[in-house]
């Protein structure tokens, strides 16, 4: 965990993840940069409460964690979604390896979901 990194820190970090992704992180942000999920701005290695998220659009509040490494930690995603209202959807990089027209899938309905949901009066 990365809590205690300062901002040039930060950065700094997030640059260097940018700079040498997984195979499985460059295969789904060639699917996600440019607008190319629904629309909407993704950014990769986004410093968020100290935490780095693979991929992150702010506009579903939406974040999407890749690899065996991340696996699942309720401490971290329940913190995003209380604090900031980010949910996380985590993939294996197998996942994106064997469907990634199914890992896909799932972000496009994620998203419509939450944009179903943000719209809803309530």
């Not at 959807?89 to 890992?103: A, P, W």
Request: aromatic residues 10%.
């Amino acid at each position: 965990m990365f809590k205690t990194i300062q901002p040039d820190q930060q950065r700094l970090r997030a640059r260097f993840l940018r700079k040498y992704p997984t195979v499985a992180q460059e295969i789904l942000w060639r699917k996600l940069r440019c607008k190319r999920m629904c629309g909407l701005r993704f950014h990769r290695q986004k410093p968020k409460l100290g935490y780095f998220l693979h991929f992150y659009c702010p506009s579903a509040k939406l974040a999407i964690e890749t690899g065996a490494h991340q696996q699942n930690d309720p401490d971290r995603d329940m913190e995003l979604r209380n604090r900031l209202g980010i949910l996380t959807l985590r993939f294996s990089d197998e996942q994106i390896y064997r469907d990634l027209g199914l890992v896909l899938q799932a972000i496009q309905e994620t998203i419509q979901f939450r944009r179903k949901n943000a719209s809803a009066p309530g």
